[in-house]
């Protein structure tokens, strides 16, 4: 094991971790002998109240419950560590970003934003992406979303949206949506959220996992360095698998068939030693540079299109170790956007500026008093010293009689230092007392439009399908109307094509076109593609299956990093044509299409033409073709394909290797078609398939 990982496993937890080995004892120590039973008055008499055991343990069974996040309740999370690939201290006096050897354990949480605890992972949401750094020099925490802009400007309109997003008051429904009522009444009331709306309806609120999904801090940082000059940053995660989406149908049908879909796949992929990495990038813009353009820096809705300031790659985050206790790591971390270090400082944004404010409030609420510094997960690997006394569930005892300062009993410790200590950014500030928005905060279409620019045909049909499905699901004619009108601020064409899904009048030409400037970056079709690592392949088989065949795609894919799974009717093993046994997997009856990347049947008569009489294997089939994923068969295994219904599919076995419109068929599994196989998956999916007939 490298040094590295080292120090992220051994991140101080000890002392910490309880196991279940040894004797059962109470919360005192005293050892138990019977926990089934409680202490009676006679066999079939009452419970007596001295049984000192069974009221513990039902007391803290009725306090197990702690109140959820407000947002973000639902998550998951790893540690792991960041690594930078050289020296910033010419722009940063951050020591975890001071070189190259400089390896800094970290936990990130990932998390859905608008529904509670127990909802599921693929519904349309911003997903957060917070990673706590816990430097040598006290905890960093980036708080950020896989989003670069946000829905207000000013954070005293939290509370509002907030409200607006989450189940209606008076039902509570829907649960983990945002396609009701009170949320595109507040939007098409607040024009500042249309950028973020862009981004709410595209592809990026449904990642395909948290490994594929990039992270923005949002907000325009400062780096300050050793001399004190400052430079605006905005910091990017660029994941190392590219960027990738479900479809939409795909994340709803997962719902149900696998809520945990993306918190298990992080899950796993770590089990499995496919550590999942990212790229931590900024873009750099000199003080004297803030008013160069066209949007304000200190604005959220605003990115800095990377066509004009490139994100600079400074270093790598990689996760590897999956926390022990869920509740104990993953549910009492906590993340604060005032959590920095020497070299990193805040902007006056204003959404920032509220955030300073709300992160350690609301954990003072939820984990139960002034003292969650002192957990496990949220501790420092930095000394900490300091006059603080006392509060609910206090881990430290304070030795000596001095609690503040200056003091000469205590020697006068805790000391003032004064070195590596945080100095905040010397700013100028002046102005009237005032509760007004900028004038440069006032544009909030331009971007909107860049968006949509910039986006491929097939991810501007997505948009325009997701904007049809949410206001489709308003009840109030008026909030549809609403939202109309205000697309056509941002492209006309959009607002018609928005308006004639929902049955609203589409609105005039206004006779204004937009700049069509683009921004490349935006699109997921310019993304990393190929890598096949913790990709999904599901292999359908019965008996009689080319057992061969069904062996040379797993082994050819799993060398790429796939996990290749044989699926039949029932668990346990399938006979194969040339008498060999092939073990199973999983039942298909357990799983679902949605769950794999790529499909592939092999041949062998029997086995296709059993496979080809089961409704639930034609489904899984005709199903991935449905949501664009590659679809393999190999011999005979084509008919399965024909008989499911996937368009223009012979049912005779190809006499050579062919592709069309990501659906692989070749006669046997030579080399040519595993490569060719594996290209397709590397592709991710294939939007140009026509599947709207396809009745899946
Ligand atoms: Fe927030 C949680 C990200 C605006 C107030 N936020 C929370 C989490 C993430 C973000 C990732 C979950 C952290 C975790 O996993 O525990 N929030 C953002 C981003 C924002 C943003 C990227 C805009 C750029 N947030 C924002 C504003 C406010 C808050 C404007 C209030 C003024 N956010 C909170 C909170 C939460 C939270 C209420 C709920 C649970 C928590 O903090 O620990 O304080």
Redesign the pocket.
Known sequence: MSDHEDDAKNRDLEGARVGSEGALTTETGVRVEDTDNSLKAGERGPTLLEDFHFREKMTHFDHERIPE????AR?AGAYGYFQPYEGLSDLTAAHFLSGSDVVTPVFV?F?TVAGSRGSADTVRDVR???VKFYTEQGNYDL???NMPV?FIQD?IK?PDFVHAVKPEPHNEIPQAQSAHDTLWDFVGLQPETTHMMMWLMSDRAIPRSYRTMQGFG??TFRFVNAEGRGTFVKFHWKPKLGTHSLVWDEAQRIQGKDPDYNRRDLWEAIERGQFPEWELGVQLVPEENEHDFDFDLLD?TKIIPEERVPVRPIGKLVLNRNPDNFFAETEQ???HTANVVPGIDFTNDP?LQ??NF??LD??LL?LGGSNFQQIPVNRPVAEVNNNQRDGFAQHRVHRGKTSYFPNSLGGGCPALADEGVYRHYTEKVEGDKIRKRAESFQDHYSQARLFLNSLADWEREHLVAAFRFELGKCEELSVRQQAVANLVNVDHALAVGVAEGIGVEPPEDPGTSGHTDSSPALSQANTAFGDLTGRQVAVLVAHGVDGEAAEAVRDSLVDRGAVVEFLARSDGAVGTRDGGDLPVDRAYTTVSSVLYDAVAVPGGADSVASLSEDGEARHFVLEAYKHNKTVAAVGQGTALLSGAGVPEMLSEPPLDTETVDGVVRAPGADQRFVEEFARLIGLHRHWDRATAAVSA
């Not at 996040?69 to 973000?72: F, L, N």
């Open positions: 996040r407000v947002v973000h998550g949480r998390s957060g992406f917070a708080v950020g979303n946000f954070g939290f949002v907000h959220a971390v906590a993340f959404l509220a955030r709300s992160y609301t954990q939820r």
